[in-house]
């Protein structure tokens, strides 16, 4: 039996298990995956080396802190600054960042090569969401509450930053929140302004707890094509899986096994 992990903290909810575990049965590998709550980075990194753990999901607070404990990154695993998937080459720790393509994958039938794409945030997901979309040609709209850390994103990816002051005049295609503003909003709290909205656009949340946030709502009222967080979730950890087995999950499957869990 192939052992696979995720290292967190906190870790205990997370819906890695189901998922992997489900898909591992689908594709009939021999394998399992498990959850692990751990302190630091540099003990997960050598728990992988002793134990030897063919592959691991990192989250947070460790997606920074494991690069330096790993062999080799990835050009854009590094370019993001964070890496959140380890794959164990005959004890050769190789870092990845699934996030960004996973950002990508449910817009791509959209097509997004022209496009005007508005990221809400500068944190870690916004990072990968960014580096994502540019990837893809996309042309890039920045806002954030803070003006510095949201202009230093910008100015990595070749975007434009507009001050969240003034984010009711956004004129953009795909609206993508990557703000933890939709898990728990305090009164009327919304990342992106519902006045804004139109039906034409696309309008997607990293937020998947709860599944429809606030955002989500606003934009189907509007008429707006949704995207709901599972679908990056799934879209990431179905790029590991690939990863780490070379084989396509179902992600149907995926997706189903965590919605009846
Ligand atoms: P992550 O790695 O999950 O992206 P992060 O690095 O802490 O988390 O980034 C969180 C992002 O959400 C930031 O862009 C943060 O804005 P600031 O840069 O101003 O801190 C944004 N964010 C979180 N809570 C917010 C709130 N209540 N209102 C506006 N922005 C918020």
Request: charge should be negative; proline fraction near 5%.
């Amino acid at each position: 039996t192939r052992l696979y992990c995720l290292f967190g903290n906190p870790a205990r909810h997370s819906k890695g298990p189901v998922i992997h575990n489900a898909a591992f049965k689908d594709k009939d590998i021999n394998a399992v995956y498990l959850a692990f709550e751990v302190q630091d980075a540099a003990g997960a990194a050598q728990a992988v080396r002793t134990l030897d753990i063919k592959g691991a999901s990192v989250t947070i607070p460790f997606k920074e802190s494991i690069m330096e404990h790993i062999d080799w990154i990835d050009p854009t695993a590094r370019a993001i600054g964070a890496v959140n998937t380890i794959v164990n080459e005959n004890g050769v720790l190789k870092g990845y960042n699934t996030d960004c393509q996973a950002a990508v994958a449910p817009l791509v039938p959209f097509g997004i090569s022209g496009k005007t794409v508005c990221i809400v945030g500068a944190g870690g997901a916004a990072r990968a969401v960014a580096h994502g979309i540019e990837a893809q040609n996309g042309d890039i709209i920045i806002t954030n509450r803070t003006e510095q850390k949201g202009r230093a994103l910008a100015e990595t990816v070749n975007a434009r930053f507009i001050p969240a002051e003034e984010m009711e005049n956004i004129q953009a295609d795909v609206i993508i929140n990557t703000t933890s503003i939709g898990m728990t909003p305090k009164e009327n709290e919304i990342s992106f302004p519902p006045e804004a909205l139109r039906s034409e656009m696309v309008v997607m949340d990293v937020v998947y707890t709860p599944l429809r946030t606030r955002l989500l709502e606003a934009a189907e009222q509007k008429g707006c094509t949704t995207i709901d967080g599972l679908s990056m979730f799934i879209a990431q950890a179905a790029a590991q899986f690939e990863l780490w087995t070379g084989i396509i999950p179902d992600t149907d499957l995926m997706r189903n096994t965590i919605i009846n869990d």
